[in-house]
C-alpha cells in the first residue's frame, strides 16, 4: 500500500509541475518519460542506465500524464546520439531497451516489431519535423526497408523537450536490415554471411577501413568506409578482409572502365535498380549528406543475392532545401556532382563514374518516370505535409514555447518565417520546383557515347557542355566543331593525360541546330544547342 501511494503521489508531483510550467498535461502524441536515476544528464557515451515509461493510450486516444505507463515501463540505457548535432540545444538520444539484469529486451514499442535498439532524433533544424519521416516513408513506398517512425514529446529528468520522432535504429534484423547472420555454421565462410557498412567522415582505423585513394579527375578520391554489421569489436579477420576486397574489386573495376565498359564493369557488383533508386530519392530531396555522409550500403550471403545495395536511407534533415547557401535552399542543379567537399567528406568517385554510363542513366529515367506515375507528384508530396503537418498541429505550440525558433536563424542566417506555416508551406513549394526541375533536366543526362568511349552532357546544351574522353596515353588531340553544314565552327589543340579526361566548353556563342564534335582520328559526336 505504501508503494502504491508513493507512486501516486509522484504522479501527482508530475501532474501539478508541468500544468504550473503551461507547457504539459495531456497530448495526443505518445508521452515518453526519461529518469536517469539521480544523474542529472544524459552524456555523449557512453550509455547509461535508466527508467523509461511511455504513455500511449491508441490511437485517437489522448494521453495524460496522471495515466499509467501503458507501451512500456522498465529499464534502458541511454546516450546523446550523433555527431555535429550532439552540439545543439536539443539532441537526439539512442537508446536500448534492458532487463533487471542488462541483458538486451527485445519488445514492440507502438506497434514497431520486436527490437532493442531504438532512437528517439530530435528535429531541431528541420523545423517542420518531416523531412525525414518523408524520405523514410517514400523509400518504404518503393519497396525498400527505412527506419519506422512515430511523433511523440519526451521529458527527461522533469523537464519537457517538445517533439521527437521515434524511430528504429539501423541494424541486422529480420524486421530490419534482412540478411544472413554470421553464427557457428558460417562464422569462418565470410562468402556466405550478410554485411552492413557506412560511408562517413568520422572514422577510426578500430571502425573500418580507408579505401584506395585514385587520381580522378584531376585530385586524389578516396572514402572512409565503417562497419556496422559485422561489428567492429566483433568482425573476424576473414570477414573484414572479405568484404574490404569485395569493395576495392567494385572501385577497381569503376576507376578502371571507360564510358562505355562502365555497364559491364559495375553489373557483377551492384543492384542497378537498388542504386537508380536510391539516385531518385537523394536528387529528389538534394541532400547534401547524400552519398557522402550517413550512406549506408549492405551485401548478403552470395548464396542469397551477392550484389552491393544502398541503403537504408538514413539522415535527410538537411535535404528538401534546408541547408545553407543559394546551392542547397534552392531546388536546382544536381548533387550527385557537387565538388565541393573535401576528403574526408567527398562524394565517392564511383557516384559521377556510374552517372557516366548511358545505360546506367537510362535506367535512372526509366524508374524516374515509374515513380512518377506511382508515388512522385507535387499533389501527393502536399498531401502528405498536410498530413503530417495535423499529426503535430497541437504539440507544436508546446515545443515552440520550449524552443522558441520559429522564425530566427537556428545555424545558418536564413528561415522560412514566423509561423510553421510559413515552414510546411516552403518545404511543399521546394518539393513542387524539385519535381519540375527533375522532369526538365533528368532526360539531359542521357549522354551520346561514341565506340571509343567519348561522352558529351548535358546533350541538348545551351551556352556550355563538358566533353570526357578515357585516353590510353598522354597525347595532344586536335578537338572541332562543326555545324550541320559540315563548316568548321571551332578547332582547338588540348593536351590528353592517360586515363580519362574532362575537358569544359563555356559560353559559346552558337545558334540553335545541330552541331558535331569531333576528336582527332575519332568518330564524331552529335550535339544539339537549343
Not at 503551461?22 to 557515451?45: A, H, M, V
Not at 571509343?452 to 595532344?476: D, H, M, R, V, W
Amino acid at each position: 500500500m505504501k508503494a502504491i501511494y508513493t507512486i501516486l503521489t509522484l504522479v501527482t508531483f508530475q501532474l501539478q509541475f508541468y500544468a504550473q510550467q503551461g507547457i504539459l498535461e495531456s497530448s495526443d502524441l505518445p508521452i515518453f518519460i526519461i529518469t536517469t536515476n539521480g544523474l542529472d544528464s544524459i552524456p555523449n557515451e557512453p550509455k547509461i542506465g535508466a527508467h523509461l515509461g511511455i504513455i500511449y493510450n491508441g490511437e485517437n486516444e489522448r494521453n495524460n500524464l496522471a495515466d499509467p505507463f501503458t507501451a512500456y515501463d522498465g529499464n534502458i540505457a541511454i546516450e546523446i546520439r550523433g555527431n555535429g548535432s550532439v552540439a545543439r540545444d536539443k539532441v537526439s538520444y539512442a537508446f536500448e531497451t534492458q532487463k533487471e539484469n542488462g541483458e538486451n529486451n527485445n519488445v514492440s514499442l507502438l506497434g514497431f516489431p520486436k527490437e532493442n535498439d531504438w532512437v528517439l532524433y530530435a528535429p531541431e533544424t528541420d523545423k517542420s519535423f518531416m523531412r525525414n519521416v518523408l524520405a523514410y516513408e517514400l523509400a518504404r513506398e518503393m519497396g525498400y526497408y527505412a527506419s519506422r517512425t512515430k511523433y511523440c514529446e519526451v521529458i527527461v529528468n522533469d523537464e519537457y523537450l517538445g517533439i521527437f520522432v521515434f524511430m528504429e535504429k539501423i541494424k541486422r534484423d529480420k524486421d530490419r536490415i534482412d540478411i544472413t547472420s554470421f553464427g557457428e555454421a558460417n562464422i569462418d565462410q565470410p562468402a556466405e554471411g550478410g554485411y552492413i557498412i557506412r560511408i562517413d567522415s568520422w572514422w577510426h582505423k578500430s571502425l573500418g577501413w580507408e579505401a584506395q585513394a585514385f587520381i580522378y579527375d584531376g585530385e586524389e578520391v578516396n572514402i572512409l568506409y565503417q562497419y556496422v554489421y559485422p561489428k567492429p569489436d566483433e568482425i573476424t579477420d576473414l570477414q573484414a578482409d572479405y568484404i574490404k576486397n569485395h569493395i576495392d574489386d567494385f572501385e577497381l573495376a569503376m576507376f578502371e572502365a571507360s564510358p562505355n565498359e562502365l555497364h559491364e564493369a559495375y553489373l557483377p557488383y551492384i543492384d542497378a535498380v537498388n542504386f537508380a533508386d536510391y539516385f531518385i530519392i537523394n536528387e529528389l530531396s538534394k541532400n547534401p549528406d547524400g552519398y557522402r555522409l550517413s550512406t549506408f550500403m549492405h551485401k548478403d550471403a552470395n548464396s542469397v543475392n551477392d550484389k552491393l545495395k544502398l541503403g537504408p536511407i538514413w539522415d535527410y534533415n538537411f535535404g528538401f532545401g534546408n541547408y545553407c547557401c543559394d546551392y542547397h535552399t534552392k531546388p536546382f542543379d544536381w548533387e550527385f556532382d557537387n565538388d565541393y567537399w573535401d576528403f574526408p567528406s567527398q562524394i565517392p568517385f564511383w557516384v559521377e563514374k556510374l552517372m557516366a554510363s548511358p545505360h546506367f542513366v537510362q535506367l535512372i529515367n526509366q524508374r524516374w518516370e515509374k515513380w512518377r506515375g506511382e508515388l512522385i507528384s507535387c499533389e501527393r508530396f502536399g498531401q502528405k505535409v498536410d498530413q503530417w503537418a495535423s499529426i503535430v498541429d497541437e504539440a507544436k505550440e508546446r515545443n515552440f514555447t520550449k524552443w522558441p525558433i520559429l522564425g530566427t536563424n537556428v545555424i545558418w542566417d536564413w528561415n522560412a518565417g514566423d509561423q510553421y506555416e510559413d515552414e510546411t508551406q516552403l518545404l511543399k513549394n521546394w518539393i513542387c520546383e524539385r519535381i519540375d526541375w527533375i522532369d526538365l533536366n533528368l532526360p539531359k543526362l542521357q549522354k551520346q557515347v561514341n565506340q571509343n568511349g567519348t561522352i558529351i552532357y548535358p546533350n541538348p546544351s545551351s551556352a556550355s557542355f563538358t566533353l570526357k574522353y578515357f585516353s590510353q596515353e598522354g597525347q595532344s588531340k586536335n578537338i572541332s566543331i562543326f555545324n550541320a553544314s559540315g563548316a568548321l565552327i571551332s578547332s582547338q589543340y588540348t593536351e590528353l593525360t592517360a586515363g580519362e579526361n574532362v575537358i569544359s566548353f563555356q559560353n559559346l556563342n552558337l545558334a540553335i541546330g545541330l552541331y558535331f564534335v569531333k576528336i582527332e582520328g575519332l568518330e564524331v559526336i552529335k550535339l544539339v544547342i537549343h
